[in-house]
């Protein structure tokens, strides 16, 4: 589990305007993608823009509450390495300006 939180965490915030902290227990990352508000006008259209490119994510704003302030998106890292791999080097492609 660590370590593979830590590769998706490093493959994160190593991809220019994303960042996301070390989760303590979960198994999923909350992004921040606020650098990109200027390229889509919430953070539900660049959920559906990194599924267009194959990775499915949860916008942080369909969560409510305190994450409702929170512009970005959630990713599971649930899924084996080959399946993260290939999701963070898409995340990455489709974010490239």
Do not use: Q
Not at 45 to 71: I, R, T, Y
């Amino acid at each position: 589990f660590r370590v593979r939180r830590d590769r998706v965490v490093a493959a994160i915030n190593a991809i220019p305007g994303l960042a996301t902290p070390v989760p303590d227990g979960a198994f999923y990352c909350m992004v921040d993608a606020s650098a990109f508000r200027s390229r889509f006008n919430s953070d539900e259209a660049l959920a559906l823009h990194l599924l267009e490119h194959g990775v499915a994510v949860v916008a942080a704003s369909a969560f409510g509450g305190k994450v409702a302030d929170f512009w970005g998106f959630r990713i599971s890292f649930a899924a084996d390495d080959a399946r993260l791999d290939a999701a963070l080097d898409r995340i990455a492609k489709a974010l490239i300006l």
